[in-house]
């Protein structure tokens, strides 16, 4: 049980294109996701906390205008990078709240080249 | 602030040997929860345990232990017998719960050799 799903999980896009990365959780719903950034050999950045409803939380120094989060679903959550650029290039991973809530399980990430 | 420091960043060990992964943290808060996670080269983040502040018992999984100790605000994780398959970057974090924004640490990354 517990399993988080990522599509796709790699995409290679141009600059000023946008690409939108889904997260579900798919035996269980989740009313709270996460979203990720992690850089080669750093840690995990969080992005935004996703509550199913209502608008998404962003970190300081994310721009929500450039990473659109909708969390339309007790089952799915959606990063959207829009116009991207090669900066924007990063491994992506989202995890969800498990069913009794104690515990992020996490999604198996998206390689993200923007070039 | 919470903070999660994982000393450690690269461990080499031969393989059979036991490795111990140091996670210390700090955080005002009384009820919380530790975690630790294993990132293979694939990618994907891997839950191994949690922990909550009120429970200091230690846990043994198979090769795998976890010493708990609040008096030390320490959750070290210790690999008996390592296996080539260990090798993987760890990720020791803090947070209030599932539902809560985990802290993690910069993680440590084992390399475990034949």
């Known amino acids: 049980g517990a399993v988080v799903s990522q599509h796709p999980s790699w995409v290679i896009c141009k600059s000023g294109t946008s690409v939108k990365i889904e997260c579900r959780s798919l035996d269980f719903q989740a009313t709270t996701m996460f979203w990720y950034r992690q850089f080669p050999k750093q840690s995990l950045m969080l992005m935004a906390t996703?509550?199913?409803?209502?608008?998404?939380?962003?970190e300081q120094g994310v721009e929500k205008d450039k990473f659109l989060i909708n969390h339309a679903s007790l089952t799915l959550s959606t990063l959207t990078v829009t116009s991207a650029h090669p900066e924007d290039s990063s491994f992506y991973i989202c995890s969800a709240a498990g069913p009794r809530g104690e515990t992020q399980y996490f999604g198996p990430g998206t390689r993200l080249l923007v070039l | 602030a919470q903070k999660v420091t994982q000393a450690q960043t690269e461990i080499s060990v031969v393989e059979k040997e036991d490795v111990t992964l140091d996670c210390v943290y700090e955080t005002r808060d009384t009820t919380y929860y530790l975690f630790w996670y294993k990132q293979p080269p694939s990618g994907e983040l891997v839950f191994l345990i949690r922990?909550?502040?009120?429970?200091?018992q230690n846990e043994i999984s198979g090769r795998y232990s976890w010493n708990f100790q609040k008096s030390t605000s320490s959750f070290n994780f210790t690999i008996t017998a390592s296996q080539v398959v260990d090798s993987a970057v760890y990720f020791c974090?803090?947070?209030?719960?599932?539902?809560?924004?985990?802290?993690f640490g910069k993680g440590t990354k084992l390399t475990v050799n034949p």
């Open positions: 996703s509550n199913e409803g209502s608008k998404a939380t962003y």
């Open positions: 974090a803090l947070g209030q719960g599932g539902s809560e924004k985990l802290v």
């Open positions: 922990r909550n502040s009120f429970d200091e």
